[in-house]
């Protein structure tokens, strides 16, 4: 595995979401991170409807309500902690989850 430092935890705010690019050993990784009750969690920055980027501006990717991802496109809905699509055209599919580490106030990717 290869870690990636992603930011400090305390860049990161609940409920507010960040995105990244990073080049990897298997080419560009376009990600993004969200944060609720105070853990993060990261996905591909893919919509599983249409294999297009979820969001339509930088580190936006909640609904209006920050209740959820939500998919710019067409508006499909996912969990925040795990990703599933609750609502919209991919409803039971879900965003690819990656895997995180904490080091100290650091958050790294795992890939
Ligand atoms: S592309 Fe995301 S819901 Fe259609």
Request: net charge negative.
């Amino acid at each position: 595995m290869t870690p990636y430092f992603l930011c400090n935890n305390d860049d990161l705010i609940d409920n507010k979401t960040r995105s990244f690019t990073l080049e990897t050993e298997q080419g560009q990784l376009d990600l993004l991170l969200v944060k609720t009750e105070n853990v993060a969690y990261a996905y591909k920055n893919i919509c599983p409807h249409l294999g297009i980027p979820l969001n339509w501006q930088p580190d936006e990717f909640l609904s209006i309500e920050e209740t959820h991802i939500q998919c710019s496109t067409h508006g499909a809905l996912f969990t925040m902690e795990n990703g599933h699509c609750i609502a919209g055209p991919c409803s039971g599919d879900k965003l690819e989850n990656l895997a995180l580490e904490y080091r100290d106030n650091e958050i790294w990717l795992q890939l």
